[in-house]
């Protein structure tokens, strides 16, 4: 399934705003859902981002959990730790999430965004 790149923008923007973050920060989120980088583990509670060397990540992966309302990324555990959070593996996690119920898509090998 192809999804338009103006739309994740879309999405993408809706999600920056309420957090209050950069045009460079949805950026980077945009770019880690176009990468195919999430992988949903639990059901809104815990995924996988793969970690991207060009966007300056350190480790192969990362593990995002989802306690009540807050998400927690294993990054955030790490010595050089950003201290600006949500961190953009959780800003991806929620633009993916976002995506999948905006635009009712089923999550799997379909689910190609920006492809
Ligand atoms: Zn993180």
């Known amino acids: 399934m192809k999804i338009e790149r103006k739309i994740i923008e879309k999405i993408a923007e809706e999600i920056a705003l309420s957090l209050g973050k950069s045009e460079k920060w949805k950026e980077r989120i945009i770019r880690r859902v176009i990468e195919g980088t ?9 995924w996988i981002v793969k970690g991207l060397p060009h966007l300056g990540d350190r480790y192969p992966s ?12 294993t990054c955030y555990t790490h010595p050089w730790s950003s201290r600006r959070r949500p961190c953009t593996h959780v800003g991806a996690v929620l633009l993916y999430e976002n995506m999948i119920k905006i635009l009712n898509m089923e999550p799997g090998p379909g689910f190609e965004p920006g492809k």
Not at 62 to 73: A, F, G, L, N, S
């Open 38 to 46: 999430i992988i949903r583990i639990i059901p809104e509670r815990l």
């Open 62 to 73: 990362y593990e995002i959990y989802r306690k009540d309302k807050r998400y927690i990324c």
